[in-house]
């Protein structure tokens, strides 16, 4: 039965991806895939030929209705991110949505996703927490935050190395300098870094170390009295 599968890919190592997603990436009709050159390192890596396809935020909206008519005709698609689930913080929600809607069958195989290592290793609470993904580059930013100021769960959040310490030092304002925090960058790569501490001293370590890759912010929720 033709179905949207979601694959989530390695976030860094080429070797964290399952038996099933290869199995599955090789048997589908089409990779719709975030960014063809980044899908083809890892298809090329595992030998695997099944056509590609651009899907990203730029076209979705207009490719939504051709990809379900093409699965509603008997076309099994495998949707890919550049890294990790599709859908988090990632292209893919609209084209669930979309297929839900129409009553064609999607499936999303358990795998990558960077958030759950970067909360694990950080040694904050993770019995509880919300992930708020990526903040507004401008305009809702500070409303974001301002409305985390008393949440009580641990906090997760991506954000891009250029914007990262001024993301620290807005977090610092609305949350207070001394607030527990890890910043994961690089996860499962060569160049992995967890570095811990509080909000001020992580943005001062990182102002006078600008980093590089992909970065998690994890920061401790608002203790309760």
Known sequence: MSKLILVPTPIGNLKDITFRALEVLGNADLILAEDTRQASKLLNHYNIRTPLQSHHMFNEHKSVETVCAKIAGGITIAL??????????????????????????????????????????????????????????????????????????TMVFYESPYRLVKALNEMAEHFGPDREACVSRELSKIYEENVRGSLAFLAEYYNEKPPKGEIVIVVAGKKEK
Do not use: H, M, W, Y
């Open 80 to 153: 890919i991110s550049d890294a990790g689930t599709p859908g988090i913080s990632d292209p893919g929600f609209l084209l669930v949505r979309t297929c839900l809607e129409k009553g064609l069958e999607v499936e999303t195989l358990p795998g990558p996703t960077a958030l759950i290592p970067a909360i694990v290793n950080s040694g904050l609470p993770c019995d509880r927490f919300c992930f708020e993904g990526f903040l507004p580059q401008k305009k809702g930013r500070n409303k974001r935050l301002s409305g985390l100021v008393d949440e009580a769960r």
